[in-house]
């Protein structure tokens, strides 16, 4: 078992539409990040959250990280096609040298 | 772009040889990763390298070894290639361990078909 559970693993929409993405774990996390990643690529950073209840916006992408630090949701408004692409979290962990990964979201957003 | 070149980019082999894919970065960075990417599994660790000639086992690190010998460049070698070693391989670099939630850059990946 993922030590880092994302749902849903595929998601297909149309353009506009929200939707969101979560990242859960029993585990505490000192910090937890979201990469995207598109289709012959290497991940990307989207952000770092490293309080508990925190909210970061990155334009139409707003990202929380849950009170307990155990787990994080990515939320996009008025999806767009240039948003299409594989959404993974990361957790970073006290003591840990290497970022643990989720599972990965694939989003395909229909124009 | 962070400076990681990945090679080779793409390679097909068969099954019981060995394979090396290097991982060259010209940021001086301290950690080095590299990962493998499949389906519904997203990215599990291989093996790391927080500095020269120090590297620790990551999650899946049975079947591959690891070498750094300079700062610069990391290799991943597949002592026997098996065909579940069929994957995508990321190499990354980061200034900073794991645990302080800094960003980690990657590298393009490489493709390895074992047959």
């Known amino acids: 078992t993922q030590l880092l559970e994302q749902s849903p693993q595929f998601l297909s929409i149309q353009e506009g539409e929200n939707l969101t993405v979560y990242c859960n774990s029993s585990s505490v996390f000192s910090s937890l990040q979201w990469y995207r990643q598109e289709p012959g690529e290497g991940p990307v950073l989207l952000v770092t959250v490293v309080t508990g209840g925190e909210v970061k916006k990155l334009k139409r992408l707003t990202f929380q990280f849950g009170d307990a630090r155990k787990d994080s949701s990515l939320h996009i408004t008025a999806a767009q096609p240039g948003d299409t692409g594989l959404y993974l979290c990361?957790?970073?962990?006290?003591?840990?040298?290497?970022?643990?990964f989720g599972s990965g979201t694939r989003l395909q957003v229909q124009p | 772009d962070a400076g990681i070149t990945q090679s080779p980019r793409h390679k097909v082999t068969e099954t019981g040889t060995p394979v090396t894919l290097r991982c060259h970065q010209t940021e001086n960075h301290r950690y080095m990763y590299w990962y493998r990417q499949d389906p519904g599994h997203g990215l599990r660790l291989i093996h790391y390298s927080y500095g020269v000639k120090d590297t620790d086992k990551g999650e899946v690190s049975d079947g591959y070894s690891v070498s750094r010998s300079k700062t610069e460049d990391f290799l991943l070698t597949l002592e026997s290639a098996t065909s579940s070693q069929t994957s995508v391989y990321f190499c990354?670099?980061?200034?900073?361990?794991?645990?302080?939630?800094?960003?980690?850059?990657f590298g393009e990946g490489s493709w390895l078909t074992v047959v």
């Open positions: 990354a670099i980061s200034d900073f361990d794991g645990s302080s939630g800094n960003t980690i850059y």
């Open positions: 990361a957790g970073a962990r006290t003591g840990r040298r290497a970022l643990t």
